[in-house]
């Protein structure tokens, strides 16, 4: 019976992957077995954050080392920048190994899917192509890992490309009129139709209330476990579904919350509790039962927070995504006592607008 | 008896008074009896932020319009730049007015005094000579505030002057040699300055275990109730003692906790508990009995936080005033579930690396 | 008859019109001839840039120290911020003083005009309502200067607003829906419709051929004087016309160049040539014929210069206008060989995609 | 008779080495004869600039796939990070090639020569043991390029290390104390005290006027040929000398000039007509004589450009490296028109403050 193994090794720089190597050195972890790896790279998270392509090519020559080229182009790559505040840079590497069978009959554990797409028409970024590529796509994820409810997926990570001035100068030679010519705002774009992509497989929302004009735009059309984090380093898009099912075994499980604002964590400490582990009690790095929180900040449109006024869109030294990064990942890692988080920015039509969804792996004392 | 009176007002910008002006005609405030107006103003809180200076200039045409110069002037104006994450730009406005004894006999309530000092040298700036000077000025508004024991004092604020280029320049050619000529450092080194001479006033260290190799350097030494912050806008100091007093009257009381690490809110809950206030009760706007939380934020020279490395220090875009900020504001909003409050950037010598002191100030159900 | 005299005055902050004050104190301003102050002021340049507030707040209550109320208001009031490279900020004072004859019949000199706008409706800002206020307002300008022909004017000065989310809110409050939401982005709409505006007054665009689409998306229009300047200071428009007219006498005199590019400087040394001014020669700061220079900047949108590609659109923590300003400036200060010059950022529809106009005031060796 | 020959090719992005693969093929390069490539890349070019390493590792690939490792380890990679305002990001490669004798007895042609230097401990960096280390290997450069003159050596570029967290920690564990505990401090003590190196190489400065106290702070000191560059991707040096020699052949010759200032490009005019190429006629793209310019930039730390003040250190925004390499950017592209041109930041020692060393490589007509 398969077992998902979630490993998470600290990263020294974006093309610091000696941890993971190790790992694989000590068997901890076995390459064949590694279906993704998510990284929180030390970039500023926008256009020109570098560290992102640069983790992905160190990644590669690494999964080269111990995989040939189909199964190391096989491993979903996700790399979210920006570690603004405390944050710490690291490596989450999703595993699918065999284990036993699960203790109870019916009895659920964390369960782990992928897939890829084909390269995005850029002119379909932030539009209805875009919505219908990613939806299909997470349904194949799911179906990869062996879950059929909707209800059982607590989180969608999505990787999505944006729009570069080559990229948008290449559309306009061919005829084709991208969404947006800003590259900045195509990252927003990108994230956002693929979060409905995701609403629209997880049955949140039903495609006929989505339109071109709605990405970014309707900020009621929103998922509850999307996350989406656009990258200069890829053309298609990568899917990991993360979620419970019967026919995983093994120690982790996983739920979700969803934050209502930027400073709303008791809905995660309310889901920490459902799992079993209790806020108060996870100060200590070691052994703690949290393996990973994955997490989406975004500065409310509104461009308020519980009624007082924040600045974070009218600052512009500073991108409001790494301001509400690190505002958010301070809110959350004074909850659970820790910096190794996972803490995405930019969620259009992830979560309500101005907060977003938190996923939490925990191990449990009793696998089942 | 005097009574402390804390008015929080929203700002929207660094030169909004309005609310302030609007409670004075209301009769909220009565303008002879401000004492100090804190602002926490949305500039990037360093070397070039003249958000502070604007608000300062505006607070002053505000004060004229209703004292006179002499009185205008002996208002301590106090601007913090920085509101970094989804912090909002607000004033605190301190106001020493008359009310009946208290209920209880020795009961405390909120006390609150002030002292300014003269300029200081530039030479001396993050020297002993600062030390000394500061140290002197918090006797002299505890004196003012009618609290004679160390202990009772909560919160002392110190804005302190830094180095610019034409400062440095005058004092050299009157042949003297200033502490840095690193104008951004200038601002570190007069805040710390200033924190060891607010340590010494409340016996926290004795004025023989400082030395000017050890501002800025030996962060064994520190204040758990020093807020400093350092501004372009004037060249001595002005210190704001807040703390309990049995000569004062009235339904606010103030404690304070020390933070210690960026993520450290428990010992926050705990002060509000001794307060009388749940942490997780806290979240409505109105009506809550949180009226001030003013805090210290900055990045542990250990490049660490619980054993995960963080990045702030190694961000050449971004100040680590601001990352900070930021995420210290987020773990503490997170925690009392509100954004107007007073985080301030660069925590030198004001509690241990990477943490920092707390002061809350609340509204007692039952006032004494 | 009229003079036209233009005070270059440095300034050590934004607030510091020290300069100003000391040139009144000598007599070599009178207060009541003051038609118009710009100020290159040291912020961002962008939303948040206080600086210019702050600048304004500062000259306001310096004009009143020497005028009524309502002649206080009547000076034009043009922040420009943002220094970035090695530029300077400074003052450039427009006066209007009573001197002799010109000494040969028709001989032109330096004139100067100005007007002010109605508030502009949010819903308007960046649309034809905005381009239609600010023509109707250059036409007043004109006749105040007493320039009959548009070919005289050399320079056009417009102070625009631009939109903040209080703004925005207000105006959907209102039933109007704005033209962006982004406050960034409107910076650039207000100063695109400004410059179309100009350009109609100029008879270089007939009305017939903009619309509110063509607003900062077809770059083919533009105007060879415009400089225009968004800020959050005001809500209404301030225009300043300079040009050459026969009714002024004095020694200084205009002209005007157009860069083609940001690198492209033969063109103002071929102004200064006209002037009677060799850019070879400018290199002294004292007794140098050139008393000012106004340029506008900006990243062109096509992502290259002269077919090599920049990156000032892809930087995503330093905005693109700073970008422009710091090196437009380099090219133009190493020209000159001065660094206190005025170049100011976005330059939508300010001369063609890339470049920009600059003007030019020079002392003439013999008056006219 | 050895040739040299550089070639000047673009990049999209810090890992597009597209552009040399495509030269290689064509033939056009000589993958064995390559000693050094130059990169001007387009992250932030201080403390995290991930684009530099990005770079190193894909030129690194790219010479694998044509060399053994050996071969490939012994091409100097030398990274500048910052292309603030209008410059292009280019590669520069530099090759040995066999050509014809000279066609002159004696005739000099561009010569090249490279050295690498063992790991500098940490604790040397910024002091007299990396100055030491510095001036030997510029010695064996020279001695590699046939250049037997100091005052045939027209540029030197140094490739050197910087300090990180870690790498402190590293050095106090092992007993040892740095120069400083600043990282971005670190960049410039390195790159200063390579520059003395330089100096003391070519008999600029004599070894005995140097001290550690010196390094970037006796301005009086410096080489007006250095070029120093400070990068996270190595602990030794890397050092490429250029200079003219009568050892080699071919049409490309150098020249250098020392700008006094940010903004004075009359020395590079003058040395452009040394070498035959007229700036007024430098300015269309293809078939310019101009194939390299290389200079070094930073802001004057006296805080002034000819009397005029700047803002670049008091911004704590953006790092005034970034200001400066846009500013002086701006300057050159001005003066040669193009902006295909490698300005690196930080010029401690490279030049008088405030100013700094520019190299010229050009085409000449007729080759000797």
Chains 1, 2, 3, 4 share one sequence.
Not at 254 to 278: Q, T
Not at 305 to 310: A, L
Request: hydrophobic content about 45%.
């Amino acid at each position: 019976m398969p077992v998902a193994k979630v490993h998470r090794i600290s990263a020294a720089a974006p093309d610091d992957v000696s941890g993971i190597e190790a790992a694989i050195a000590s068997g901890a972890i076995a390459p064949a077995g590694i279906r993704a790896i998510f990284g929180k790279t030390e970039g500023n998270g926008c256009v020109n954050d570098f560290s992102r392509g640069f983790a992905v090519q160190s990644l590669q020559l690494l999964l080269r080392r111990h995989l040939d080229d189909a199964a190391a182009d096989a491993v979903c790559l996700v790399m979210s920048g920006g570690t603004e505040g405390g944050m710490a840079p690291h490596w989450l590497v999703f595993e699918r190994a065999e284990g036993p069978e699960a203790s109870a009959p019916g009895a659920a554990a964390l369960a782990i899917g992928s897939a890829h797409t084909a390269d995005l028409p850029a002119d379909q970024l932030g539009r209805m192509g875009q919505v219908a590529q990613v939806a299909q796509a997470v349904g194949r994820a799911m179906a990869d890992a062996g879950i059929t409810r909707p209800e059982d997926v607590h989180f969608v990570q999505v990787k999505c490309p944006l729009l570069t001035l080559p990229r948008i100068a290449q559309a306009r030679a061919g005829g084709a009129e991208v969404a947006t010519t800003d590259t900045l705002k195509s990252m927003g774009l990108s994230r956002g139709a693929s979060a409905l992509g995701i609403a629209v497989a997880l049955g949140e929302i039903g495609m006929d209330r989505i339109t071109d004009a709605a990405v970014c735009a309707d900020l009621d059309l929103w998922s509850g476990r999307a996350s989406c984090s656009s990258g200069i380093e890829l053309v298609g898009h990568e899917v990991v579904v993360l979620g419970m099912s019967a026919a995983w075994s093994g120690p982790l499980a996983i739920d979700h919350a969803v934050m209502g604002d930027a400073i709303d964590v008791a809905p995660v400490r309310a889901a920490l509790a459902r799992l079993g582990a209790d806020a108060d009690t996870l100060t200590t790095p070691a052994d703690t039962p949290l393996v990973a929180l994955l997490a989406k900040a975004e500065a409310s449109r509104s461009g308020r927070i519980r009624g007082h006024r924040h600045t974070m869109l009218d600052d512009s030294d500073i991108s409001s995504t790494r301001h509400a990064r690190a505002f958010v990942a301070g809110a959350l890692a004074g909850l659970v006592g820790r910096t190794e988080i996972y803490v995405s920015g930019g969620a259009e039509h992830q979560g309500p607008d101005g907060g977003g969804p938190v996923a939490l792996v925990v191990r449990r004392a009793e696998p089942t």
